[in-house]
């Protein structure tokens, strides 16, 4: 049973960082990547990082990019995000995902239950 438990979420203010973690189990080889996706009230879900599980290979949204990192520690099957510079425009619910590669939340199969990210101006 595939299981993704995300951590490290909460309340920054403007400027600040935080850094999310994906705790990954039971995931199979029919998932190449673990992807980063974000939602805020009243908006659709939207892609924000991804990290091929093989090659580690990464991808951003240019909402994120230079700001935003992904990485993987294959040791401890943990995903993490590194979010610097952080906007009050980065408020959202941050859910990670495994499944194909891609920046389509569709391609994804198994998906965490979210960590409330909250950026104060």
């Known amino acids: 049973q595939v299981q993704l438990v995300e951590s490290g979420g909460g309340l920054v203010q403007a400027g600040g960082s935080l850094r999310l973690s994906c705790a990954a189990s039971g995931l199979t080889f029919s998932s190449n990547a673990v992807g980063w996706f974000r939602q805020a009230p009243g908006k659709e879900r939207e892609f924000v990082a991804r990290i091929g599980l093989s090659n580690g290979n990464t991808y951003y949204a240019d909402s994120v990019k230079g700001r935003f990192t992904i990485s993987g520690d294959n040791a401890k099957n943990t995903v993490y995000l590194q979010m610097n510079s952080l906007k009050p425009e980065d408020t959202a619910v941050y859910h990670c995902?495994?499944?194909?590669?891609?920046?389509?939340?569709?391609?994804?199969?198994?998906w965490g239950q979210g960590t409330q990210v909250t950026v104060s101006s």
């Open positions: 995902a495994a499944g194909r590669s891609s920046i389509n939340p569709r391609n994804y199969d198994y």
